[in-house]
Each structure stands twice: as structure tokens, then as C-alpha cells.
């Protein structure tokens, strides 16, 4: 059986967030995971495993879909100790044209939570990064990812569809900017009513990965303080110092009274500043601070009862994490509002009319980008073909020649002369046969024409080759 894409799923739109925050797979246990699903599943000829906060999706190379989809999800079911009957109410599941449909949907920002967001792109990279290294994909979704990448810039750039927020987080930010006003007040009544100088009030951003660092790079602009807090601090700090080299922070030179141990940076152009607090600050800084973003890879909730206390304040908290975050069913508190993600989405979808023209130009160039994908996969099988019988015939021709010579019936000094006479009259004779081979390559029946060729011409050996676009990470196979 002739290998098949397949494509199997669990996103923001088939997955709730109680079941996704289950599904993630930690970092540290991805790249054990993706060999183990290789090893264990023989019906899977290439992987490529994506887990990030919102969807959970394997994209498989294979010669029996059916058995693949009920493996991995048996595997799936047993590594993460749920009942597969759950994952299948929620798994879904494509092949062919349709599973290239979605990929290519998926790295263009058109599947995401936010329509248009760049991130995914990045994470798709990532993932196949770790997966080529880790052997477990080639020829076949390198082929696919490249593809995948050459489309979406072409939808970034025929349409406006990222033109608007490009992720969660500054769907996030815009959404807690809005509360500005109202903490601001908040906050300045309770400090008067206890006699103390009033300061501005303060952004926590817990964590410094991607998601932490594009709401930081957001933030820069509020006016607000911000405060960054990760358990592993030399990180957060490497942040900041990207942010100083890139001329958004500058240092502010230690006064006597500051802890040498602490750094303080002054936003560029805002007034506000930012610093970077040690791990076991984590429970004061939830005290002080109105605005909290928290998006860590924690397998378990950071903010729990223990550390949660209520203020005499209004606080806005978004958990930007999957798994979350924060134990919300801790928290009983008439001033604390808790967003999440998949309350992120309810805010984005009520602002999605303008775009609804973009994502439809956006899926009509997806659409196309598929028809030109199979169309050229199913090229690449004639090409061989085509390099195989005009090699046949240079071979015939040279060996008739060489023969000619031998017995006496052309001379040797005529050998160049003829050798390029035959040389054009097999070109000449395989001209038509080329055009027409690479045009039934285009239609339904080519499959059929093009192995009836291969026999006729006895061609066992039937390579692809690799036809290689632009992408961050450029791979070449050996062929």
C-alpha cells in the first residue's frame, strides 16, 4: 500500500482545556515519548509529534492509517493514564489532502486560537528540528514542512491576516490593559486607607519562555512596573539583557540602598521599570501586584491555596499556561478575576468579523498550496522516469556507436561527430514523450500511465527527489 499523510489531533477547537492540560507532554519527556512512539508503532514511517499549550497533533507518514490511529492512541492513552475512549471523543483525525489541508493551516496561523498568530510557525519548527535530529522523520514530512512554510509566507503576504494581534499573549495584554483604569483606582484607595505612599501599581509576568517574553515585550510600552519571576533566574536575566542589547531597557546604576544582588532596568521611553525577583519571592510579589501573567511548563499548578491570599484590591490574573497554572478553584475572592486561555478565545472570537474576508482569502490560497503540493509529489515520481529512459537511450546509442566502430563500419575520427548526432536525435525523439509524461502527471489517470511507463521500460529503482524550499532549518537528505 502506497504511503499516506495522516494527521491526528487534539486542539483548542476539539479538546476543552480540562482534557488538553492532561495531554501536554513535558519537555523533558517529549524527546523519550517521540522515540518510544517510533519504536513501539511499526505502522509509523515518519513522525512528527507538535505539543505546545494549545493542540497536542501527530503528523505521520504511514501504509496503515487505521492501525496507526488506534495505536497511538493506545499508546497516547496509556502514557498519560487516561481512558482511550476519552481521547477518541476528542481526537481528530485526517488523511491525505485533507491532513495537508490542516498542517498547512495550522503553520499559516489559520487554526490557531488567535487567527494570524506567527507563533506557531516557530513551535512547528521546533518540533521538527527535534524530530529530524531524533531520526524519526525524512524525506517524506520535510518535503511537507517545507511546503508548509512556503505557504504560509505566501498567506502572510497576500493577506492581512497578521495584521492583527499575532498571539495570546497580546490578546492577553490588550485584555488586561483594559482593567487599567479600574486597578489603578483600586489600588490607590487601599494604599491611602493604610497611610502609605502611593506607588504604581505592578505587573507580575511569571515564567521566561516564549509565551512569558512576548508579554514583557508587550507590556513594555503600559507604563506599568513589571516584575519577572522564573524558578530558574539566570534565564529570566539572559531575557532582560536581550531586551537591554536591543536598546528597549537600560540598567539603572545601584544606589546605596539597593540590594547589590538586585538588578532594576528602566523601560526606554515609558518611565516604568523592570526586575527580575528570585523564585522564592513568588508569594509576595502575588500580593503586590494587580496584573499577574503566568505561563510556565509547570506540570502542576504554581498558584495554590498556600500561596494565594486575598487583598483589599482588585486583581486581573491570566493563566496563559497549559497545563494551567492556577488552581482556581482555590481562589474565592470577589476582587481577583482569573482568565484563561480558553476565556481568551470567547474575547478574540467577539472581535473576528473584520477579519472573516482575510481567513477566507487565507484558506482559498491553502487550498490551492494543497492542489500544487500533490501535483508536484505526484511530478516527482515522473522525473525519475524521465532521467531513466533518456539514460537508456544515451546508453543504447553509445554502446551502437562504440560497436560500429569496432567492426569496422565507421571510421574512429568520425566518433564525436556522430556521438552528437545521436546524442540530438534521441532528444529530438524524447521531447514529445517528456511533455506528455510531466503533463498526465497532473491528472487523475497519471498514477496509472506512469507505472504502465516504469514496467515498459523495466525501472525497478523509483527515487524522489527532494525538491527543497526555504526554512529556518535547512536540511538536506542524502538521496
Not at 171 to 195: D, G, H, M, P, Y
Not at 254 to 261: G, M, W
Request: some cysteine; hydrophobic content about 40%; overall charge neutral.
Amino acid at each position: 500500500m502506497q504511503a499516506q499523510y495522516l494527521i491526528i489531533s487534539f486542539s483548542h477547537k476539539t479538546t476543552p482545556i480540562t482534557l488538553r492540560e492532561k495531554l501536554a507532554i513535558a519537555p523533558d519527556k517529549l524527546e523519550s515519548f517521540i522515540l518510544y512512539l517510533k519504536e513501539k508503532i511499526t505502522s509509523i514511517d515518519e513522525l512528527l509529534l507538535v505539543s505546545t499549550c494549545n493542540r497536542v497533533e501527530f503528523y505521520i507518514v504511514t501504509r496503515a492509517p487505521q492501525e496507526c490511529i488506534a495505536s497511538i492512541l493506545s499508546v497516547f492513552a496509556n502514557n498519560i493514564g487516561i481512558a482511550m475512549s476519552e481521547l477518541e471523543i476528542h481526537c481528530k483525525s485526517a488523511l491525505n489532502m485533507e491532513a495537508v489541508h490542516h498542517i498547512f493551516s495550522v503553520v499559516s496561523g489559520l487554526d490557531s486560537v488567535v487567527i494570524g498568530e506567527t507563533q506557531i510557525a516557530g513551535q512547528i519548527k521546533s518540533a521538527y528540528r527535534l524530530c529530524f535530529d531524533l531520526g524519526v522523520c525524512g524525506q517524506e514530512i520535510t518535503r511537507l514542512i517545507h511546503f508548509a512554510f512556503r505557504t504560509s509566507a505566501k498567506v502572510r503576504n497576500q493577506t492581512l491576516i497578521s495584521k492583527a494581534p499575532l498571539s495570546v499573549a497580546s490578546v492577553a495584554v490588550k485584555k488586561a490593559l483594559e482593567f487599567r483604569e479600574s486597578i489603578f483606582t483600586s489600588f490607590t484607595s487601599f494604599v491611602q486607607k493604610t497611610s502609605q505612599e502611593a506607588p504604581k501599581p505592578k505587573t507580575l509576568v511569571l515564567g521566561a519562555g516564549e509565551i512569558s517574553q512576548l508579554v514583557v515585550r508587550h507590556l513594555l510600552d503600559s507604563g506599568l512596573d513589571i516584575v519577572l519571576i522564573n524558578r530558574t533566574k539566570e534565564r529570566a536575566l539572559d531575557f532582560i539583557k536581550t531586551l537591554e542589547y536591543e536598546g528597549k531597557v537600560a540598567q539603572v546604576q545601584n544606589t546605596p540602598t539597593q540590594e547589590l544582588s538586585k538588578k532594576k532596568y528602566v523601560i526606554q521611553d515609558s518611565g516604568a521599570h523592570i526586575e527580575v525577583f528570585e523564585w522564592t519571592a513568588l508569594q509576595t510579589a502575588l500580593q503586590e501586584c494587580s496584573l499577574v501573567f503566568s505561563a510556565t511548563s509547570a506540570q502542576q499548578p504554581i498558584i495554590h491555596q498556600t500561596l494565594y491570599h486575598p487583598c483589599m484590591f482588585q486583581r486581573v490574573w491570566f493563566d496563559l499556561a497549559v497545563p494551567r497554572d492556577i488552581n482556581v478553584d482555590c481562589m474565592q475572592d470577589n476582587l481577583l478575576t482569573i482568565f484563561c486561555i480558553d476565556d481568551l478565545k470567547r474575547v478574540i472570537d467577539e472581535n473576528l468579523a473584520y477579519k472573516k474576508a482575510q481567513t477566507h482569502q487565507a484558506y482559498g490560497l491553502v487550498g490551492e498550496a494543497v492542489q500544487e503540493y500533490f501535483g508536484w509529489i505526484q511530478s516527482l515520481d515522473v522525473i525519475p522516469l524521465i532521467k531513466y529512459m533518456r539514460q537508456s537511450a544515451k546508453e543504447s546509442s553509445l554502446q551502437e556507436l562504440e560497436r560500429a566502430i569496432k567492426k569496422g563500419y565507421l571510421p574512429k575520427e568520425y566518433e564525436e561527430e556522430v556521438r552528437i548526432i545521436l546524442h540530438n536525435a534521441f532528444n529530438v525523439f524524447l521531447h514529445n514523450p517528456t511533455l506528455n509524461l510531466k503533463e498526465f502527471a497532473h491528472h487523475q489517470e497519471g498514477d496509472i500511465i506512469i507505472e504502465a511507463f516504469q514496467k515498459v521500460f523495466k525501472q525497478k529503482d523509483t527515487p524522489k527527489l527532494l525538491n527543497r524550499y526555504k526554512c529556518e532549518y535547512d536540511t538536506t537528505l542524502s538521496l
